[in-house]
């Protein structure tokens, strides 16, 4: 079983930063692929950023390419999601989750094991 933990989500003014953490345990945290998907009010959850296990490959939702960017750190089992340039629409709830996998998903449907999200709020 794997739990995962978001954390740094907030209120932030358009054209501002934020940086979410997710939090894994387990010691086989390097052979999971993980993710960030997002869910706004009203809306389906919608895939943002992911990244592989082994070398690292990322893979962004058209959306978010060249704003934000996803990163690992596999000797502390984190997973990261820098995200600048923030637009309004960028606002809703941030989940992290993962699979013990070799292949990358952009459904939730692929993912086994979803984090409680954490808000973010862009402001215009």
């Known amino acids: 079983q794997v739990q995962l933990v978001e954390s740094g989500g907030g209120l932030v003014q358009a054209g501002g930063s934020l940086r979410l953490s997710c939090a894994a345990s387990?010691?086989?945290?390097?052979?999971?692929?993980m993710a960030w998907f997002r869910q706004a009010p009203g809306k389906e959850r919608e895939f943002v950023a992911a990244i592989s296990r082994g070398n690292g490959k990322t893979n962004y939702a058209d959306s978010v390419k060249d704003r934000f960017s996803i990163s690992r750190d596999n000797a502390k089992n984190m997973v990261y999601l820098q995200m600048n340039s923030l637009k309004p629409e960028d606002s809703a709830v941030y989940y992290c989750?993962?699979?013990?996998?070799?292949?990358?998903?952009?459904?939730?449907?692929?993912?086994?094991?979803w984090g409680q999200g954490t808000q973010v709020t862009v402001s215009s």
């Open positions: 989750a993962s699979r013990l996998s070799t292949l990358v998903g952009r459904t939730p449907q692929f993912y086994d094991y």
């Open positions: 387990g010691r086989t945290f390097s052979s999971y692929v």
